[in-house]
Structure formats: structure tokens, C-alpha cells
């Protein structure tokens, strides 16, 4: 059985996609020739449909283009004259940052949700990834459920169970999209002022938001990448050493289509003295960090029932220090004298800089300068993995992760309840959490697929007072989900409360504490459409 399903087009639809796609049948390729602002819409709009962005180019972009001057490109040919081009200034300069001058937008696609967090792991590129909330998931892609089969389970005795079982948490999932979607309906009716369109979209998201953590996580998910040849060399070096057979097939899929592109800025990734030697080093340091973890807090060890969002680390001196850099462009004395003055000054005088420097934000994307990045927070998070995969796309941060299991459990959504849907969401977790142990022994690293996303997964986030800005005003806004709703907000209840940074706390004055709205999408729509209707 294919890992991948090849997609298929008509011979003129061939003819178009041959211009700006490097191949017409595999789940990775690069868009070249053409403007950087169809390509930024395409991945833009990308997130938020089902259909693979050829498709999408097809059916809602090609229409708009003039392309009769690209009839003699084709893209699935390799770029020779490129290559030597790009060989020459490479070998000239000599130097990796030649490497950050030339960007690839790359659509990776039919990747599991596991791998979706091993593509965004770096911080220097821009990533979109295909939504839960917009696109359900009972739909079939080449006659099949969209979630990955791996070949190597599907080469085992373990084979049929897998596949059964992921159909049948599809198939629950499937049977709950009507029936939410007809709760929310008799819960929440069309108000007389919304069109049809603006109520039916958020009645879906708030169905699939319900459900989304009965998928597991081999559900296929689309992502769209825009890098530079430096950040995709150091992708590809961590991807082919991973221990996850997946990512290091995905690696190879990569390096094809991206050195159709841009070859010389990668052309150390297999090399004996390079690439190979990051493979090896990254390999032997996972071998033995895993090693001394076992032997040093083995197995036996229960984790402590803890919080949900933890704060386990902060500078309790972060106001003073974070003053005096507020004061440091705006003054002649070292930063030690500066913090002097400040521990001098009244709580009146210390909040006037604050408010001065935050200045009258009009809105969440009004950001005040890098004096904030002076204070950090290290918080402890074990959520279910739905919000996860929500807060790890956020870069500008420390973040790392625990390994995807049915240990610490899973949420189930008050909504799930209220529709009585409470046996059919349980029965797919335990469905879930058996086949993980079916895998574990044989498999442990593809034993993940089959955690549903409602399952809690534990990770911290370790971030400035300036990222942390960012990320808990854009993530508590009403049109957000529950799960990391709920997260942001207690993140920043503890800034104000245990560290005792009010101020600070304060001036994220675009943190919603509301409590969860009917609809969370509706008045998104209907902006939305108002728009539209410009």
C-alpha cells in the first residue's frame, strides 16, 4: 500500500502546474515563478481549506493570473543553470550566511500531526499549518481516511489492528460531526442579522472544536513553509536523525524538491563530512540522553499531580530590571547604575516609566520595545495535545516537549456532555489508548499515532515578558479554542499573581479573561464578511 496518495489533473491542468510546481504527484514540492504575494495568499488560504494547494491553485488562484508569458517554463525540470549560478557565488563568498539570502516556499503535505511539530521546530521561518477548527476530517483522501500509515507497522502482525482502529475512531469522529453541529444549532440559533454563511461557519468550528480531540494524532495535516536555505539545511540535519521513521522518509522528499530550487545552499546535507556528521551526533546524543534518564529516574517513577499550567521560575527582581532597561536608551549610565536609581525610586515613579514605555496601545498588535524581553517566565504546561500543537507554533520562545502518550489522560469538552456523546468520546480514547499499547513494545516511536489529541501532553514554555505579551493576547482572544484559552489566561493570572508582577501584567492589557463565548467564531465571520462585502 502506497504511503502517499498521488494526486491526479487533467492534461491542461498538468500543463499550468508544471509552471510553478517542482512535480505534480508527490506530497512535498516548492512553488517557483511566481509573485511573492500569490504565493504568501496561497499558503494563506492553504490553512483553512481541504483541498492540496494544487488544487487550491487551480480551482480559486489561476483564474485571477495572467500566465500566458510562462508557457515555456517548466519547474518540474531541474534548474540547471541555477545550480551553477548558485554554485559560483556559494563557493566565492564561502560563508553560511550566503545561505540566508535565498527563500523556498515549500508545501509539505499528507504529514501526521507528529511530524507537523518536528517541521516547525525551528525558529527561523514562517509556517502555516491546515486548521482542525475549519476543515473536518471525515472526509477521505483516495478512498482512504486521512491519517498516516506507517510502513513498517503496516509490515507487521500489528497491521490490521491498526488500520481498524484508526478507522474506527475516524468513524466516530464522522458520526459526532452532524450531531454536534445539530446540538450547537439548537443551543445557539441564527440571529436575524447574520447571513447563512457567517452562522453556518461558526456553528462548524464550534462543532469540530468539540471533537477535534478524537482524531489521533497520525491524522494527516497540510503545512505550508517559507524558509530561508540556511534554516532548511538545519531542518533537514535534525530530520534525518530523528528516531520517528516518518520524518526521516519526509527529510528525503525534502532535500529533492528543495535542491530543485536552491541545490547549493544545500548541498552539504548528505555529504560525508557534514550532514552525515550531524546525523551521527545528533543520533548518539539522543542514545545516550536516553540512557542516563532510564537509569537515573527509571521507569517507576509516578509524575506528581499537578496544576495544569505551572509556574516554576521567574526573577523576582524582574520589575527593577525591566525598568532600567525601559531607562537605558534614554539615559548615559551603565545598566548597574541604572538598576541603583530604580530600587530608589517609588512604586508611582517605577509604574510612570512602565505606562510611558507601554504607551497608548490601540490594539494587541501594538508592541512596546525589547525592554520587556529583560524579565522571563518558565511554565510547566500539561494540556491536552490539541492546545499544544496551538501554543509550539509560537517561535520566539524556548519550548520543548514530552513523548505523546495515554498516561496523564485526556479532556473531554463540557459541550461533549451536554450533547449525551459522552460514551461514543470515551470509547474512541479507550480505543486510543489500547492501541498505543498494542505499538509501544514493538514500535515506541510510532506508537504516538495512535493518541487521540485530546490526550494531555506534558511541556514547558520558557519566554520573555515581551514574547509573553504576544503570545497571551493573541491566544486568549475570545475567537480562540477553550483548551488554550484557558492555558494563556492562567499564565497570566500567575505573571500578576505569583510572581508579582502587576505591572508587567498590566501592560498586557490585551489579554481577555472573558469567559467563553457562545460562538467563539461568529463575530470573527462576521468581520469576515464585512470585508467581503467592501
Known sequence: MAVYIAEEFTEEEQDILRRYFTNLDGPVFALVNLPEVVKGALFARYSRSPKSLRRLFLDEFVGDLDITGDQTVDATVGLERAEQLYQKVFLEYGDDSVAQLGGVHLACEQASNIL????????????????????????????????????????????????????????????????????????????????????????????????????????????????????????????????????RAYADLMLTELRKVIPSFLRRVDLPDRGEVWRDYFGDREAAMAAVADRLLGPDV???????????????????????????????????????????????????????????????????????????????????????????????????????????????????????????????????????????????????????????????????????????ELRSTPQGHPAYRRVAQEMHRLIAEQAGHKAIAESMRFVDHSAEPALERLDAERAAEARRNT
Open 116 to 247: 507537523t511539530k518536528i517541521l516547525e521546530w525551528g525558529r527561523l521561518a514562517a509556517y502555516l499549518e491546515q486548521s482542525t477548527r475549519y476543515i473536518a476530517y471525515d472526509s477521505r483522501l483516495g478512498g482512504r481516511y486521512r491519517y498516516y500509515r506507517d510502513p513498517e507497522v503496516l509490515a507487521s502482525p500489528l497491521a490490521l489492528r491498526y488500520v481498524g482502529e484508526m478507522d474506527r475512531l475516524f468513524d466516530a469522529y464522522a458520526e459526532l460531526v452532524p450531531v454536534m453541529q445539530e446540538f450547537f444549532r439548537e443551543q445557539f440559533p441564527k440571529a436575524r442579522e447574520d447571513s447563512d454563511l457567517v452562522y453556518r461557519q461558526a456553528i462548524k468550528a464550534k462543532a469540530l472544536d468539540a471533537i477535534r480531540g478524537m482524531l489521533p494524532a497520525s491524522s494527516l495535516s497540510n503545512v505550508g513553509i517559507y524558509g530561508t536555505g540556511q534554516s532548511y539545511e538545519l531542518l533537514l540535519y535534525r530530520m534525518r536523525s530523528h528516531p520517528l521513521p516518518e520524518a
Open 302 to 472: 509516578e509524575p506528581d499531580d499537578v496544576a495544569e499550567v505551572t509556574l516554576v521560575d521567574f526573577d523576582p527582581d524582574a520589575e527593577i530590571k525591566t525598568v532600567a532597561s525601559m531607562l537605558y536608551a534614554y539615559s548615559e549610565l551603565p545598566e548597574t547604575q541604572l538598576e541603583d536609581r530604580v530600587r530608589a525610586m517609588s512604586v508611582e515613579d517605577r509604574l510612570a516609566v512602565i505606562r510611558a514605555y507601554e504607551g497608548d496601545r490601540k490594539n494587541r498588535r501594538h508592541k512596546p520595545g525589547r525592554a520587556l524581553e529583560r524579565s522571563y517566565y518558565r511554565f510547566d504546561i500539561l494540556a491536552d495535545y490539541g492546545a499544544f500543537r496551538d501554543l509550539q507554533r509560537h517561535r520566539m520562545l524556548t519550548l520543548d516537549w514530552q513523548k505523546l502518550t495515554p498516561r496523564h489522560g485526556y479532556v473531554r469538552p463540557p459541550a461533549v456532555d451536554a450533547a449525551g456523546q459522552t460514551a461514543a468520546f470515551d470509547d474512541a480514547m479507550d480505543r486510543s489508548a489500547s492501541l498505543y499499547d498494542a505499538l509501544a513494545d514493538d514500535f515506541p516511536e510510532q506508537a504516538s499515532y495512535a493518541v487521540a489529541l485530546a490526550y494531555k501532553v506534558r511541556f514547558y514554555l520558557h519566554l520573555n515578558a515581551r514574547s509573553a505579551m504576544h503570545v497571551l
